[in-house]
């Protein structure tokens, strides 16, 4: 006939069930919509009888070797078929709560000891059980959740432990008494298991948030450029709408100069045309297709080459709107031929020259800017690596901006020529 703490403990079995349950469901993603819901409450009480059946039938013992069986297993297959969660993210997610149920066991092993009495380490198990599990529910399992989803590498990093867990516990301490045996081998695998998972752990970790920085430096200076390149176009733009003027006042100039010719002042009437021709020239932007941004662009930068006496060709065929974002497309456009400017004017004479091409294709705004190179240009994944200080962000900018568009893009180094093509979905 069972004692009170059998009984207790055949409850406290029941009640940890509900725990581990909720805990690994939460920790997978919760429920949904209402329809999970159901399925949960459905199922919840099913296997809870199944468990309840097996202990009055085959005893605590058989029910705690069979829980994987009754339990783990049928809410593994809920989660994936039932709830549509990744099988691995499941997996981990039971095996969290597992480990979350030995929580309170503590409290039960930690008051039996101090007391003496198995009953009070029941009662007080069955006391904590809720106070815990409301305290998981609402810090620990979010954080679990967003920790393990972030990526397949947090996934393994974060849910290594609770496998391992779990798969030691049930080997020896439910399928064997191997931990309580005093096993000497068991001792020392402990903790060189423990340590190998810390040092695994540390590396891993440190890797992650090594490339968590790098994203965020990236991101910032993404971010800057593309400041810089809204101040540039708005430079572009007041230079643009100079230019409309002086065509505007382009009657009186003609006015002054028809004035001087009257009074037959030639040479006045010449210097006046150099000047107003300069200044005309200083603010036109040149002309290379429909589209006003790529104008001002390839214009300021054909000036640019000029100064630095490098050879600019652009092949332009483009409409005057694009579906790609104005910010954009100049900070790519810009990097690009700022780079190939810094290339190309420290080349001998003969070899200062850049080519630029800029049209759509197949439904794709094709852009390729080439110009010579010296040496080897070492490659890392897809990007060119600069040894100067401050260099090789602009090749980095330019990629991130083409899968910002949900376009791609590549460098290539060959026959001493640097070519860089990017293609974007218009």
């Given at each position: 006939m069972m004692n009170l703490v059998d009984i207790l403990n055949g409850v406290n079995?029941?009640?940890?069930?509900?725990?581990?349950?909720?805990?690994?469901?939460?920790?997978a993603g919760g429920c949904r919509d209402k329809r999970e819901w159901i399925l949960l409450f459905t199922l919840c009480p099913l296997f809870l009888a199944l468990q309840t059946v097996s202990w009055l039938t085959l005893g605590l013992a058989a029910t705690k070797q069979l829980y994987p069986l009754f339990i783990h297993l049928p809410l593994l297959v809920v989660l994936v078929f039932g709830m549509k969660r990744p099988a691995a993210m499941s997996l981990v997610s039971i095996c969290t709560g597992y480990l979350c149920c030995q929580l309170p066991r503590c409290g039960d092993i930690a008051v039996t000891a101090a007391t003496g009495s198995p009953l009070a380490g029941q009662i007080v198990y069955t006391i904590i059980l809720?106070?815990?599990?409301?305290?998981?529910?609402?810090?620990?399992?979010?954080?679990?959740?967003?920790?393990?989803?972030?990526?397949?590498r947090s996934l393994f990093l974060f849910g290594g432990l609770p496998v391992i867990y779990y798969v030691f516990d049930y080997t020896t301490a439910v399928y064997s008494d191997l931990l309580y045996s005093g096993s000497k081998v068991l001792a020392q695998m402990i903790p060189t298991v423990v340590g190998l998972f810390y040092m695994v752990y540390t590396t891993a970790y440190r890797q992650q948030l090594q490339q968590r920085s790098q994203t965020q430096m990236q991101s910032s200076l993404l971010s800057t450029q593309i400041k810089q390149a809204e101040k540039e176009l708005a430079s572009l733009?007041?230079?643009?709408?100079?230019?409309?003027?002086?065509?505007?006042?382009?009657?009186?100039?003609?006015?002054?100069?028809?004035?001087?010719?009257?009074?037959?002042?030639?040479?006045?009437?010449?210097e006046y045309i150099s000047e107003v021709q300069s200044g005309i020239e200083a603010?036109?932007?040149?002309?290379?297709?429909?589209?006003?941004?790529?104008?001002?662009?390839?214009?300021?930068?054909?000036?640019?080459?000029?100064?630095?006496?490098?050879?600019?060709?652009?092949?332009?065929?483009?409409?005057?709107?694009?579906?790609?974002?104005?910010?954009?497309?100049?900070?790519?456009?810009?990097?690009?031929?700022?780079?190939?400017?810094?290339?190309?004017?420290?080349?001998?004479?003969?070899?200062?020259?850049?080519?630029?091409?800029?049209?759509?294709?197949?439904?794709?705004?094709?852009?390729?800017?080439?110009?010579?190179?010296?040496?080897?240009?070492?490659?890392?994944?897809?990007?060119?690596?600069?040894?100067?200080?401050?260099?090789?962000?602009?090749?980095?900018?330019?990629?991130?901006?083409?899968?910002?568009?949900?376009?791609?893009?590549?460098?290539?180094?060959?026959?001493?020529?640097?070519?860089?093509?990017?293609?974007?979905?218009?």
């Open positions: 079995y029941g009640l940890v069930f509900f725990f581990g349950a909720a805990l690994s469901v939460s920790v809720a106070p815990i599990f409301l305290f998981l529910l609402r810090y620990f399992a979010p954080a679990a959740r967003g920790a393990m989803t972030e990526s397949p733009r007041r230079s643009e709408s100079q230019s409309v003027l002086y065509r505007h006042d382009m009657r009186h100039h003609l006015t002054v100069l028809s004035a001087f010719l009257a009074e037959g002042r030639v040479q006045q009437a010449q603010i036109t932007p040149k002309r290379f297709c429909d589209n006003e941004l790529v104008n001002l662009l390839c214009s300021a930068f054909s000036d640019r080459a000029e100064r630095l006496d490098v050879r600019l060709t652009v092949k332009a065929d483009l409409p005057p709107v694009l579906s790609i974002p104005d910010i954009e497309l100049c900070a790519l456009l810009s990097n690009g031929l700022e780079n190939a400017l810094a290339a190309a004017g420290a080349l001998d004479e003969n070899r200062r020259w850049i080519s630029c091409f800029c049209g759509i294709r197949a439904s794709k705004l094709l852009i390729e800017i080439k110009n010579p190179c010296v040496g080897k240009i070492v490659m890392r994944d897809g990007l060119p690596v600069s040894e100067r200080e401050g260099h090789g962000y602009g090749c980095r900018s330019i990629q991130t901006i083409a899968h910002t568009c949900h376009g791609l893009c590549e460098f290539t180094a060959e026959d001493g020529i640097f070519t860089l093509r990017a293609a974007m979905p218009v």
